[in-house]
């Protein structure tokens, strides 16, 4: 094992991080616990949820996933993330989070609901090719919670690859 694996390994030991379904590891931080749970298509859910979203060498790309509520997402530190969104027209949109404002890279993106998403670690100066990982925070209006039906329905384009822009796709739909 080397240091760099070793650092990641304390990071995710840490902040009590999960392997997520999508790509990458996770955590949920916070649920409005407080308030009244919204009835949605696929159940009901928090009013809100943060979690901690680590993506490593190891582990580097979320995979294209469906999201039915807003997240924000806020980008802590690390080496940037590429975001590659699809929108219901077909729209391809890619953003760069990080760090460095001045090279246009943002601290905070709004993902509506609706958009195909899919996220990927960058090398960067903080040395992605030595195993540095980059660490965002995600707020999700409407909690995440799984739609099996849905997921169920999507796995066709899983296994066709009908949806890929170059990339083997793991496919999650989320209300």
Same mark, same amino acid.
């Given at each position: 094992?080397?240091?760099?694996?070793?650092?990641?390994?304390?990071?995710?030991?840490?902040?009590?991080?999960?392997?997520?379904?999508?790509?990458?590891?996770?955590?949920?931080?916070?649920?409005?616990?407080?308030?009244?749970?919204?009835?949605?298509?696929?159940?009901?859910?928090?009013?809100?949820?943060?979690?901690?979203?680590?993506?490593?060498?190891?582990?580097?790309?979320?995979?294209?996933?469906?999201?039915?509520?807003?997240?924000?997402?806020?980008?802590?530190?690390?080496?940037?993330?590429?975001?590659?969104?699809?929108?219901?027209?077909?729209?391809?949109?890619?953003?760069?989070?990080?760090?460095?404002?001045?090279?246009?890279?943002?601290?905070?993106?709004?993902?509506?609901?609706?958009?195909?998403?899919?996220?990927?670690?960058?090398?960067?100066?903080?040395?992605? $090719?030595?195993? @540095?990982? &980059?660490? #965002? !925070?995600?707020?999700?209006? =409407? *909690?995440? $919670?799984?739609? @099996?039906? &849905?997921? #169920? !329905?999507?796995?066709?384009? =899983? *296994?066709?690859?009908?949806?890929?822009?170059?990339?083997?796709?793991?496919?999650?739909?989320?209300?």
């Amino acid at each position: 094992m080397t240091q760099c694996t070793l650092k990641i390994g304390e990071i995710i030991k840490a902040l009590g991080l999960e392997p997520h379904i999508e790509g990458g590891f996770f955590r949920r931080t916070y649920q409005s616990d407080d308030q009244n749970m919204v009835v949605t298509a696929g159940g009901q859910r928090h009013c809100m949820t943060s979690i901690f979203y680590l993506l490593t060498q190891n582990s580097p790309i979320g995979h294209f996933h469906l999201n039915q509520s807003d997240i924000v997402h806020y980008y802590h530190l690390g080496d940037p993330i590429q975001y590659t969104l699809i929108f219901p027209d077909g729209t391809l949109k890619t953003v760069v989070m990080g760090h460095d404002v001045l090279a246009a890279q943002c601290l905070q993106l709004h993902v509506p609901g609706g958009i195909w998403k899919a996220s990927q670690v960058m090398h960067g100066a903080a040395g992605y $090719g030595n195993g @540095r990982p &980059a660490k #965002a !925070r995600t707020a999700v209006s =409407r *909690a995440l $919670g799984i739609d @099996r039906k &849905a997921d #169920a !329905r999507m796995r066709w384009l =899983r *296994a066709s690859r009908s949806v890929c822009v170059g990339v083997n796709l793991a496919i999650s739909y989320y209300v």
